[in-house]
């Protein structure tokens, strides 16, 4: 028995977020005062608060070799095992390396068993044993253990609740509680017959306030708490350019810090920014000491494809498969490759990694699942659409829709609506936001809510944005409940999941 798919996403999104979100315990825009002699009440001690600093810049090893000496000096204390997890459960994620798999379970079984055991007073003790039990459950989600994921979940969000209820005044409970509160919020009413039935109440406002209260008061985990809440502004909010400002400004100030990087990267080409993602991905850090993050080089090769810069692209994921032991986004690389080759004129290469997406890999990850219907559709691309739609992931919207000029009438009903939805993205792109709405509509009008294709849901949630913009209230909540109201597509968990928070920011509708 496996659990609905709509847990592994929300399993999957948090160890995104505990792992590509957690930053050093200074605020770099602060003058940093001298670091104390003996440990602060629920605070890391002065070593392990190093470590940390060490590990949130992706260097584990100076992580671990730094951590020896609170090994020695207090093995069991609170502080001590949650950082010694820190650095396995992330070397874990970020590896995906199988093989390591059953040590860290064991290991974190381990700590857990020390902490239960032990008389240390203060939050930090009963935070840790919820911090570690979730990083259990987003390890066994990711390596296919979900019936122990959905358990362990279950644990750590309980556990963390009672830590709010007895130390309310402890921030980063709340910061950890909030992140779990709105992604279970956040999710389909169609999961929530699951997560009830573990006790996993979620509140889209109830997170969002636990976030904000972890993240404007100081605290050893401030500056995390105020980078998820930022991640979760700038995905469900579409308050972009902060989130940008805030992590170059801490890359800025700490240009050794690879997980600025990686997060400057990713939220640039989020926003369509492809010559500021790729600086990024160029003046990353790196030697000795760095963890190995192979999907760095799977973003960029999309950014290369973005730019037409096909062979490059090739080379990048090539590295990215050939460093990558996971099994997630190896179908979304084999459809890139295949995409490469093809716009190139390289048929045959084109064919030897179409299949290929068949080949590798699993569907957890939209990317892949999107990769791998196309592999079995077997209906042959628009080259000229395929174009368009990545100079407009790119953010080139002015060469997009000059090549969509050359678009020819199809009889594919799937090419008749990505049509007019890529001239949508585009005029969107350029702020001409009266074209963008009437190609929106368009789109929506011709998939008539029922086309199996995320152009309609997705024009469908831009146009709930932009009706939200305007003060149209009644007419975004339309516009979002025709995204829930949607059939199965490729991308429906995360569109759906996006319009379920914006309508819960809605106010409430008026009864005449």
């Not at 930053?23 to 608060?49: F, K, N, V």
């Not at 997630?328 to 179409?354: C, I």
């Not at 990505?418 to 709405?437: C, I, N, Q, T, V």
Request: net charge positive; charged share 20%.
């Amino acid at each position: 028995m496996r659990p609905p798919s709509g847990l592994r996403l929300l399993l999957g999104l948090l160890l995104v977020l505990l792992t590509a979100a957690r930053l050093p315990q200074h605020d770099t825009a602060a003058p940093q005062a001298p670091e104390a002699a003996s440990t602060a009440p629920g605070g890391l001690s002065p070593g392990a608060r190093r470590a940390y600093a060490e590990l949130l810049k992706l260097r584990v090893e100076p992580a671990r070799a730094l951590m020896q000496a609170e090994l020695k000096r207090a093995p069991n204390s609170a502080s001590t095992l949650l950082v010694a997890d820190c650095i396995d459960f992330t070397e874990l994620m970020i590896l995906q390396d199988a093989s390591r798999y059953a040590a860290v379970v064991a290991a974190q079984d381990r700590r857990l068993a020390a902490l239960e055991k032990s008389a240390e007073a203060g939050p930090l003790r009963e935070y840790a044993r919820a911090e570690i039990r979730l990083h259990q459950a987003a390890a066994q989600v990711t390596y296919q253990h979900e019936i122990q994921g959905a358990w362990s979940l279950r644990q750590a969000y309980q556990q963390m609740q009672a830590v709010v209820k007895r130390y309310p005044d402890f921030l980063p409970a709340r910061k950890t509680l909030g992140m779990c509160q709105f992604m279970i919020g956040s999710l389909p009413e169609g999961y929530h017959w699951f997560l009830k039935l573990l006790g996993l109440p979620g509140s889209v406002a109830g997170g969002v306030q636990n976030l904000r209260l972890a993240a404007q008061n100081t605290h050893d985990f401030q500056p995390e708490a105020r980078i998820i809440l930022a991640l979760v502004q700038e995905t469900y909010y579409k308050q972009g350019e902060e989130t940008v400002r805030l992590v170059q400004q801490m890359a800025a100030q700490q240009p050794d810090n690879l997980l600025y990087s990686y997060l400057l990267l990713s939220l640039n080409k989020r926003l369509h920014r492809t010559d500021a993602a790729l600086a990024a991905y160029r003046s990353r850090p790196t030697g000795p000491g760095y963890l190995s993050v192979p999907y760095l080089h799977h973003m960029a090769g999309d950014l290369l494809l973005y730019q037409g810069q096909y062979a490059a692209s090739g080379r990048a994921n090539h590295q990215f498969l050939q460093d990558y032991r996971g099994l997630h986004y190896r179908k979304d690389a084999a459809f890139k490759l295949y995409l490469a080759a093809w716009l190139s004129g390289d048929e045959q290469a084109a064919e030897r990694y179409r299949q290929q997406i068949g080949q590798a890999g699993r569907t957890v990850v939209e990317e892949d699942a999107y990769a791998q219907r196309f592999f079995e559709d077997k209906t042959p691309l628009n080259r000229t659409l395929t174009r368009a739609r990545l100079q407009i992931d790119g953010g080139y919207y002015r060469p997009a829709l000059a090549t969509l000029r050359g678009f020819s009438v199809s009889g594919l009903l799937r090419d008749r609506l990505e049509e007019p939805y890529r001239r949508a993205r585009a005029y969107h792109g350029l702020g001409r936001l009266d074209s963008a709405r009437l190609y929106y509509t368009r789109t929506i009008a011709l998939s008539g809510g029922k086309a199996p294709y995320y152009f309609g849901p997705q024009s469908a949630l831009q146009m709930g944005y932009l009706c939200q913009a305007d003060g149209q209230l009644n007419m975004a909540r339309l516009y979002f409940q025709k995204v829930l109201d949607s059939p199965k597509h490729e991308y429906k968990n995360s569109t759906d999941a996006k319009a379920k928070v914006a309508l819960a920011a809605l106010p409430a509708a008026k009864i005449r």
